[in-house]
């Protein structure tokens, strides 16, 4: 078990759980994990726990022999270290709370990015002791010039720091549907960092995603998470990982009109990427606290029924829930193997 | 104050409050209460805390002499009992989880809803003791036919429950942007729901929201809630409530090609109804723990600034956060003058 709950606690079966209930099927997140392990084996992957929030999760890709983390957010780090996986564990995004990191310095292996003199004097002044330059490469958001990159690096020299090397995040490219078009965008992506790695010194050229696993061949370290659980969108790709992830629900109300109400909506899902699917039929609408489901055989279905949604935004939909519960089977009477607690949550 | 926080632990501004963060302005908050209370006064308003999540809010509510209110889950319920708040709470959703009700019933007054054999016999066997019969007056989600009701009436008094009336919820017409339209399409739903309420008995007529607060005029009771806080939805209607809840973030990064990034994304919103909004210029896009900004006046914005975002739709919006921040101006330097939890999340 992975916290205070215990094996006798677990709901028995999956008619058992209260839902709305995020369900991760273990062999199918265990193939990915494995599949991902081909491609970017042991610390090659720095895994991105904001796609999962669990420390519980986190356990099992180190177990694995990915223990090496990175992270969007203060209190993700702070998890980690706190859980004892904090070997290596990278903020990949800017702060200016990096004191919150500085105080935890002694009992881990912390890398801050920064992008300007203010994030970079947070982390001098907060106590973090390493840090990437992080470095804009198409994507419209974090990120310094290329040409600042050599700049910032001194710096933080300067400061005692120890600039271990780069990061770039293509993520404008993760969607990109035609494989020689992504390989193309990618590779000039990287040349930019590449250009700054030069520069800049270090062992590190961190980057990539999911949706650039196999197109990116610059970086030395693959920055992914969403292939452990997936979703809708990312599903559109021509990828090796499959769901493992789904959102149960409970019929609540049957209407002779044709529809089903199930109690999973706004509040169990991101919804950025629109409605979830559902294998049995059309998503109707979403509600907060209901989803609304045309089934193409409205007269199996009774209320109690369990349902299965797949998502179409893994991360913001995660992080709405307490807990993951783990099974091999998505039938209702289905064993419920473990509980993983979504403990990195909130900032 | 309002949990174990104590006035001394409180960030001292804004400016030192951790973002991304839920900002309540205080004076616009109690304008919409005292606006509602003025149509709709004391316990003839049951707020529906599904929009807020906060015991803290509604004590605010109960010491105005809105005593009753309704939820949609059976958490908010169980929450509401616990704080002291259970004088007369509707669970207005249907539930197959009604034990969870049944065991706190000699706490509170407790009524469900139901619309089905089902979910009345999931209410008589867990122990609850009062029903209202939900009926369907258009929108496609819960509620028994109108044909229905009393039938459902007679089971649940056979079985002992006292039957305290009807609901039903005009969803469906929240948004309906002309108000001579909104207003006859009311009418005929409520129609529905006073035919029902002819053959149910019970003194209880539920319904309604924000969107109808004055065009319906058949419930004795309304259901609302989201008119506390507002959103970029609502506030596209012609209502006299104003947007009290804004989502801070700080600016980490800037741009020389025009943007802004601020630390407050798809994990701090609910995205149904699309991007929030900016005062001071256009949202781009919305990224995890991430914001880009496009600033009318770019050469203006410093990382660390603090930015207020408006959300599109409140409800999910606050189901994602741990706490309100309660001020009375939303400058940087204003004080933080309470924080209220926002204790009734998840399930």
Known sequence: MTDTTT????????RQTPTPALVVHLPTFDRNMATMAESWPGPSLRPHVKAFKSTAMARRL???G?????????????????????????????????????RISDHAQITVAV??????????????????????????RCGCDVDDAARLADLARAAGLDVRGV??????????????DRARRVEA?????????????GTIVSGGGTGTFDTNRWCTELQAGSYLLMDNQYD???????????????????????????DAGLK????????????????????????TLLPREPGEWSVGDRVHLWPGHVDPTVARHEQFWVVDGLDADDVVLDRWPIDLRHW
């Open 236 to 262: 559109t790709l021509d990828l090796p990982f499959e769901k493992s992830l789904s959102l149960m629900g409970t019929v609540i109300s049957v209407s002779a009109k044709g529809w089903i109400v199930v």
């Open 268 to 291: 169990a899902l991101g919804m950025d990427h629109g409605n979830p699917t559902w294998d049995h039929g059309d998503v109707f609408f979403c509600s907060d606290e209901h989803t």
């Open 167 to 180: 990061m770039g995040y293509e993520g404008h490219l993760m969607m990109v549907m035609d494989r020689a």
């Open 189 to 201: 992506a990287m040349e930019i960092l590449l250009t700054a790695h030069a520069s800049v010194g």
């Open 7 to 14: 094996a006798s606690s677990l709901p028995a079966t999956l």
């Open 62 to 64: 180190a177990d694995a």
């Open 115 to 140: 992008d300007s003199d203010v994030t970079l004097d947070a982390a001098i002044h907060g106590g973090v002791r390493s840090v990437l330059i992080d470095v804009e490469v198409g994507l419209p």
């Open 66 to 102: 990915h223990t090496s983390f990175c992270a969007a957010t203060p209190r993700e780090i702070e998890g980690l270290v706190a859980a004892g996986l904090g070997d290596d564990v990278l903020l990949a995004n800017e702060t200016l709370d990096a004191a919150r990191l500085g």
